[in-house]
């Protein structure tokens, strides 16, 4: 699933933001599919850790950052073309004092069964 994901992010990528993928003790024929991702984007930076969860993978992800901002997308979503762009837009326009954003989600035709 996360090939989808980054497979949509990755062009919308510039020099504003950091992808910190997260591998979340995945089995060894996901691992190898990220790490050769990685290779072909070095954008993406990629870490691992040994135990399953998603505070786990989060909080490794959020000790990688050097932004600002920290956004979490899961593997298993895969945004707009315009995603990153519109999330720059509104941060830009965030009070100091903001501590969040969030977005709408919207279930894709052909994308899973709800």
Known sequence: ????CLGTLIP?????AEVILVDS????KNKAQMAKLAVLYPAVKL????QPGHSLA?????FLAVGDWVVFLDDDAVPFPDWLAKLL???AAASPTQV???GDISAMAGRGEW
């Open 1 to 4: 699933m996360f090939r989808s």
């Open 12 to 16: 919308q990528i510039d020099c504003q």
């Open 25 to 28: 003790a995945s089995d060894p």
């Open 47 to 50: 870490t691992r850790v040994d």
């Open 58 to 62: 989060r909080n490794r992800g959020v």
């Open 89 to 91: 837009t509104a941060v």
């Open 100 to 102: 969040s954003l969030a």
